[in-house]
């Protein structure tokens, strides 16, 4: 049996973040991943101001590699809208580079980590926490932090009928070398979009929404001259649909923490994985440490809500032939 303070399941970039954050402030703690590390993540890898800033707030030292982005296509039912200048650039990153980096960060702190395969968790009298991994070792910790992703065990514990969210699938393409992102909205994509993220090494082309088929992927991205490639598919959960417990926090994807409009998550992943690391360190619950962001999560939800709609729709096409009120909108967005 392994004794720990805190156990965090999922090492990307929220538990990560919670475990480094624990370890510099003398917190006795425990992460690990049943992956092997670098491996990849479907995402954009778009990092917003917010989370470079943030990013560069918790990892004042960190030297990351990533191609900076000023310049936006959007497209509305395959129609040009406009490029729309940003006034500070999206760092795009690979996801797979990223997230080893910070990993290799914890562990140069001196931070403990497993690879190993979560199976069961007891709560126990004392109000402790026991966990059971595949390779037969226990641990029992006084908190369990869940960053174990979309289909988050530890999420399935607190509410087993836990519902999938929106289902994204990408592939990668050869490198466009082009410095801007696009972006497609459309009425016959329900609550989601197409995207095409340049990194270094390639372009993530993805789509995004609520019900979806693999040959209704296909179909869009043959209209953009695209052939069929690796797609990968994945679930964003983006309604906490959950219990909040004492000594059990959910980060990142695990508890459901993006933006639902665009469903951005690294900024949700490092603000909840820091947030969830201050709780415990302060002795305050998630809830309180986790104020701003689920303000912040709100007024997202409320946005989405009023845009992907026809009407919405219709707004943005309006809105959009100012350029100038378009770059003003977004650039308050990505602060």
């Not at 910790?141 to 969210?165: E, I, M």
């Amino acid at each position: 049996m392994i004794d720990t303070d805190v156990l965090i399941v999922g090492a990307g970039p929220a538990g990560t973040t919670c475990a480094y954050h624990l370890h510099k402030n003398n917190h006795s703690c425990l992460l690990m991943d049943c992956a092997s590390f670098p491996r990849d993540k479907i995402c954009g890898g778009g990092m917003t101001p917010k989370a470079w800033k943030l990013l560069e707030k918790i990892y004042p030292s960190l030297e990351y590699d990533y191609l900076p982005i000023k310049r936006m296509n959007l497209y509305m039912d395959h129609k040009f809208r406009g490029c729309y200048s940003l006034n500070e650039e999206v760092r795009v990153v690979r996801r797979k580079l990223f997230d080893n980096l910070l990993l290799g960060e914890y562990l140069k702190e001196g931070g403990r980590y497993i690879t190993d395969m979560m199976l069961e968790i007891k709560e126990c009298e004392d109000g402790s926490v026991e966990v059971s991994f595949k390779s037969g070792e226990k641990v029992r910790c006084r908190y369990l932090v869940g960053a174990d992703g979309a289909n988050s065990r530890v999420r399935k514990y607190l509410n087993p009928k836990t519902k999938p969210g929106v289902f994204i699938m990408e592939q990668y393409l050869e490198s466009s070398k082009k410095d801007e992102i696009t972006f497609e909205l459309s009425n016959s994509i329900k609550q989601g979009y197409y995207y095409d993220f340049p990194n270094k090494e390639f372009n993530a082309v993805g789509y995004c929404e609520k019900k979806t088929t693999k040959e209704k992927f296909l179909k869009l991205i043959d209209s953009y001259g695209i052939a069929e490639g690796r797609i990968l598919g994945a679930f964003i959960p983006p309604t906490i649909d959950y219990p909040q417990h004492r000594h059990i926090f959910l980060v990142g994807d695990a508890g459901c923490w993006c933006d639902k409009l665009s469903y951005e998550g690294i900024y949700f992943a490092l603000a909840t994985g820091y947030n969830a690391a201050e709780a415990i360190i302060k002795g305050c619950s998630f809830t309180e440490a986790n104020r701003e962001i689920i303000a912040r999560k709100r007024h997202r939800n409320l946005a989405a809500t009023l845009l992907y709609n026809p009407l919405g729709m219709g707004v943005v096409k309006l809105v959009s032939k100012s350029k100038r009120t378009t770059e003003r909108i977004l650039n308050r967005y990505l602060r």
